[in-house]
């Protein structure tokens, strides 16, 4: 087939510029090539007088005669993009003149062949020409499907890294389906997780998790469906293989499965290929399956339509389904060790509460007091994060920080599990049983004045002993008794938990120094010394020797959590609850560290600590004090280098007690407040 684009002028004009020998030559050339039946599956075309074309599919041979390469380049300027591209080759007929082969090689020169070329000649020449112009695009493409790879495969690494460095289950089911819907082009997608443990997997349940749109944003909320044939993610989740779906409108009647279109017709959107691909455990259980929705071919592509459907919307195809069942691996194994980090999670935050509960259950005076000093103490955490003018500025926390502290500051008073009950509970000076064993031995004491008074009675009658002396030995008793009740009298009293007086004081001496016969003859006194040293507590319930066993409870708090594998993140539980009591100056328990020893979170503990103390209302043996006063004795604390002052001040800028009286907060009867 011949084409001229200037037709008879043209021709004259090559005519005359390379001479008509050269037009003569390329009339016989295209003869011979038109006629040849080895070429009958290729497309000879005359685009100038002085070329053949001889087209293979996209690629093609250009043929031209030498003398064309020396006074003519420019004809062969429309095929300057194929000849660089590689999707076309020169050949000439007969050698340029001047010999400039190199310069022809480098712009796409495949061939030359004599002046004269016979039929085989050109075709071989046509032949070695597509055959290199074939190998080099098998190259292209094979390098182009090697940097595909290699995107691939660095893509799936990053996500690879992604998907096994984030702990948190819903976090990691978003990334999980981002990453899937990115790496096929997928305009939407959800996610779903198996639940339940029962062997026949028909008795489990698929959670619906979530769900991505590009194209129509709507709410989707968690919901569950049974693990059956009749859906498509219950029929992958049952049968652990994928399932690939050109359209899931147009499904087979035979199909065990179906698809719901209410849902969309609800969003105002239209589904069309679906890829269902399982996530498998270790032990190759179904865990999750995940859903992708319409394969776009332009990733930028909304589908606001059904037009934009149809254009837009192909067949997830088979490089996908390798790409996800891939991921699909990976993410299966990290949804188990996120499942599985979760159950952790959720099994020690079981252990804290039921540690709190023995705490408290062993202490009740105490009750809610280790929630309401790690609600305190978390806040004071948030609030120093804010804090910009003290040196603490630039302080920050990460979650498993904030979540260390909360653990430190719940079981800051565990140790107490270690402390005798009797003297957790104590109430007043003396226990219950050593009061009633006092009133007991009041009760002998006037008992055996009694049987002394009878004794005299007696032995005046047998005298014949006036009247009077019998009245007297009567008023004799009455006063005995009168005394004994007063001075059990003055034990109660002194009994209470509240300052000794120094009269006070004198006055158990007094009745310590007091004694009487017992019935067996015995001289008793009407005080013990144990007893005695507790009715001289001068300041609440405690002998310093039960309050240092109360302040054990520290050292035992510190050694019990030691005894617990809290892993790296949470290493420091321990130390930062065992160092709540220590003080700034070094006066504190029970190592008297001095305040660069002290951890920062242990000083806010004691922040906390000593505010609930004093507000809480639950403490049978003292009353609650109001805020403000609260604020003024924490103030004190400072002025005697108790506690950190830049805390106290952020505690009360930041007014961190109002966390108490939030919705869902432990119960705190704060009886006044610092508005």
């Known amino acids: 087939m011949s084409f001229f684009i200037d037709g008879a002028s043209d021709v004259a004009r090559s005519s005359a510029r390379y001479g008509r020998d050269a037009l003569t030559t ?14 009958s599956d290729r497309t000879v075309v005359r685009p100038h007088p002085m070329l053949v074309t001889v087209r293979s599919d996209r690629l093609f041979a250009v043929l031209a005669p030498g003398s064309l ?8 300027r429309p095929f300057a993009h194929k000849l660089a591209s590689g999707e076309a080759m020169l050949v000439l007929i007969g050698s340029p003149a001047i010999g400039d082969v190199t310069g022809a090689l480098n712009r796409g020169l495949g061939a030359l062949v004599s002046p004269d070329p016979s039929s085989d000649e050109l075709y071989v ?16 493409a094979r ?67 979530l769900s991505q749109n590009d194209s129509v944003p709507f709410d989707a909320r968690e919901f569950t469906l049974p693990v059956s044939p009749r859906s498509m993610s219950g029929y992958v989740a049952l049968h652990k293989r994928p399932l690939n779906i050109a359209d899931v409108y147009d499904l087979p009647a035979v199909s065990p499965y179906g698809f719901d279109r209410s849902f969309d017709a609800k969003i105002g959107y239209r589904t069309k290929s679906m890829l269902c691909m399982p996530l498998l455990s270790r032990k190759g259980e179904v865990i999750g399956v995940i859903q992708l929705i319409n394969k776009k071919r332009a990733a930028d592509r909304k589908l606001l339509s059904d037009e934009d459907v149809e254009d837009q919307v192909v067949p997830f195809d088979a490089r996908s389904e390798e790409l996800v069942g891939t991921l699909g691996s990976q993410a299966g194994i990290a949804l188990e060790n996120a499942v599985l980090y979760t159950e952790i999670h959720h099994m020690l935050e079981g252990f804290v509460r039921a ?25 004071l955490a948030r609030a120093l994060e804010r804090d910009t003018a003290g040196p603490y500025r630039g302080v920050t ?3 498993d920080d904030l979540r260390e502290l909360e653990y430190a500051s719940l079981l800051h008073d565990f140790g107490k599990i270690g402390v005798r009950e009797q003297v957790l509970v104590k109430a007043k000076k003396l226990y219950p049983h050593e009061l009633a064993i006092i009133r007991h031995r009041i009760e002998i004491a006037s008992r055996s004045y009694e049987v002394e008074i009878l004794e005299r009675k007696l032995r005046l009658v047998q005298r014949g002993a006036r009247a009077d002396e019998l009245v007297a ?43 009487f016969t017992d019935f067996s003859g015995d001289v008793v006194p009407l005080l013990r010394s144990e007893e005695v040293a507790c009715l001289s507590v001068a300041r609440g319930s405690l002998t310093p020797a039960e309050i240092e066993e109360i302040r054990n409870h520290v050292v035992h708090t510190y050694q019990f959590l030691s005894q617990i594998p ?84 952020v505690f009360i800028e930041a007014r961190v007690w109002t966390v108490l009286e939030q919705p869902g907060a432990p119960h705190s009867a704060l009886v006044a407040s610092s508005r």
């Open 566 to 649: 809290w892993g790296k993140q949470f290493r420091r539980v321990a130390v930062i609850a065992g160092s709540h009591h220590e003080r700034l100056n070094g006066t504190g328990y029970p190592h008297r560290l001095r305040a660069e020893e002290i951890p920062l979170q242990s000083k806010m503990m004691s922040v906390s600590d000593i505010f609930d103390a004093l507000t809480a209302s639950d403490r049978p043996y003292k009353k609650a004090v109001p805020v403000d006063r609260a604020l003024d004795i924490l103030g004190l604390e400072v002025k005697d280098q108790h506690v950190d002052a830049d805390l106290v001040r």
């Open 143 to 209: 390098g182009k499907w090697l940097n595909r790879y290699r995107y691939e495969l660095g893509e799936l690494i990053e996500i690879a890294k992604a998907i096994t460095t984030e702990r948190e289950l819903d976090k990691l089911l978003s990334l999980i389906l981002e990453k899937s819907r990115f790496i096929t082009g997928a305009d939407a997608g959800s996610i779903y997780v198996v639940e339940g443990d029962d062997p026949d997997p028909l008795r489990r349940t698929l959670r619906f998790k």
């Open 125 to 140: 020449a046509i032949h070695n020409v597509c055959e290199l112009l074939e190998s080099k695009a098998r190259a292209e």
């Open 397 to 399: 926390w990460t979650k």
């Open 26 to 39: 390329m009339n016989i050339i295209e003869a011979r090539l038109t006629s040849d039946a080895r070429l």
């Open 473 to 515: 030995l009567d008023q004799e008793l009455s006063s005995r008794k009168a005394e004994l009740e007063a001075a059990y009298a003055a034990i109660v009293a002194a009994n209470e938990p509240s300052v000794l007086k120094g009269g006070d004081f004198a006055r158990i001496e007094a009745i310590a120094r007091e004694t």
């Open 355 to 379: 540690s709190v509960e023995a705490i408290e259950q062993r202490d009740p005076t105490t009750s809610g007091h280790s929630r309401r000093v790690a609600l305190l103490t978390v806040g």
């Open 69 to 76: 390469w020396d006074r003519g380049r420019e004809v062969l």
